[in-house]
Nanobody, 128 residues
Framework: QVQLVESGGGLVQAGGSLRLSCAAS????????MGWFRQAPGKERDFVAA????????????YYADSAKGRFTISRDNAKNTVYLQMNSLKPEDTALYYC?????????????????WGLGTQVTVSS
């Protein structure tokens, strides 16, 4: 059974930075897509970023929501089974509970329904 544990959230002023971590244990594979999603109170869970390893193309690929492009960076350390989300230039609208997830199969990496395993989330609050 895969377990995902997020950490690194907190309270930060607008313009500040945070680095989220997601430690994976259990039956995980370095080739699986890992994603970050976020959910603000009263809103749906939204895609933030994903990272995947393509055996076909022998490379790592990253994907970002428009709101994250240029500010957030997703990365992974397969030796540590850990995925990171570096968030810079944070805005109050980035305030949300951030979830790490691991995809199984070949569904769209933008859709939460494609991810089989989820952490409990880490809260990010950005003050203005």
């Amino acid at each position: 059974q895969v377990q995902l544990v997020e950490s690194g959230g907190g309270l930060v002023q607008a313009g500040g930075s945070l680095r989220l971590s997601c430690a994976a244990s259990g039956r995980t594979f370095s080739s699986n897509t890992m994603g970050w999603f976020r959910q603000a109170p009263g809103k749906e869970r939204d895609f933030v970023a994903a990272i995947t390893w393509s055996i076909t193309w022998s490379g790592t690929f990253t994907y970002y929501a428009d709101s994250a492009k240029g500010r957030f960076t997703i990365s992974r350390d397969n030796a540590k089974n850990t995925v990171y989300l570096q968030m810079n230039s944070l805005k109050p609208e980035d305030t949300a509970l951030y979830y790490c997830a691991e995809r199984e199969g070949y569904g769209s990496h933008y859709l939460a329904a494609s991810y089989a395993y989820w952490g409990l989330g880490t809260q990010v609050t950005v003050s203005s």
